[in-house]
């Protein structure tokens, strides 16, 4: 296995490289690292060449100088393949990764050619905000108002930064002002109408369970997607690929390969 750090966009990102064989490039979820997906890597090395990325922000890569959107990851990950000339390569995308991975190929224009995509618990839906939701956002809302006055803000120099986390995800109470400013565009994102631009043919997977990525997301992919197939595994949920290794596996590499061995 080599392990690599590189240049890209003045950031430094670190990736994996690892096996002999047809190109294989997975792109992990939000606030993953490669200790997540080493399974996975180890397995697909056996019979292809895998190559990981520590996305920006995360694991051993360079976090942004200022917030992202979903464009930027796009733009990287181009310039990734570009510098391994990577060509007729295979993608997996897990969450965040999937978002990427969707965007990428809904866009079309690639100057390298995709074989086949795998999205496992992708995001890129993005839903009607429930009640609870809306109340939430109301009170960020209000409070952004109220402390933008000038004497609040030197009373309470920090409250409006403690009001956003408490009211945000674990995601976004976990990451860092740039990262957490970079969450707010991904998520709001909607992918829908890049869906029915996917012109490779595309391997579903899902936890029945999953509260990240809803089900119901994964239906949709399948509806919209040209050219889409899903498996879906009961008790399991966003990292259903943690929970059925073995399964997930075997799936993918017959996926990859069509069927036949090394």
Known sequence: MIIIKTKIDDLYIN??????????LIIPGWGTNYNVYK?????????????????PGFGESEEPKESWNLNDFVSL????????????????????????????????????????????????????KTLKQKLKLFIVKLGKK????????????N???KLKKKMGSAD?????????????KLVNEDLKDYLNKIKVPTLLIWGENDTETPLEDAKIMEKEIPDAGLVTFK???????????????NIIKNFITGGKTK
Not at 147 to 155: A, H, M, P, Q, V
Request: aromatic share 10%.
């Open 172 to 184: 976004y109470r976990n990451a860092t002002p740039i990262m957490r400013d970079t969450l707010v």
């Open 15 to 24: 990736y994996i490289e690892k096996g002999e064989g047809e190109n294989i």
């Open 235 to 249: 008790n399991c949920s966003h990292y259903v690929f943690l929970e059925r290794p073995i399964q997930v596996n």
């Open 77 to 128: 990950v181009k310039k990734f393949i570009k510098k391994n000339n990577i060509d007729n390569v295979t993608l997996i995308g897990h969450s965040n990764g999937g978002r990427i991975i969707i965007k990428m190929l809904g866009e079309g224009h690639l100057n390298f050619k995709v074989r086949k995509a795998i999205l496992i618990g992708s995001a890129g839906i993005v839903h009607k």
């Open 39 to 55: 399974n996975m890597v180890e397995d697909i090395s056996k019979y292809a060449k895998v190559f990981y990325m520590d996305v």
């Open 159 to 161: 409250a409006l930064e």
């Open 146 to 157: 109220i402390l933008s006055f000038s004497i609040i803000r030197k009373i309470f120099p």
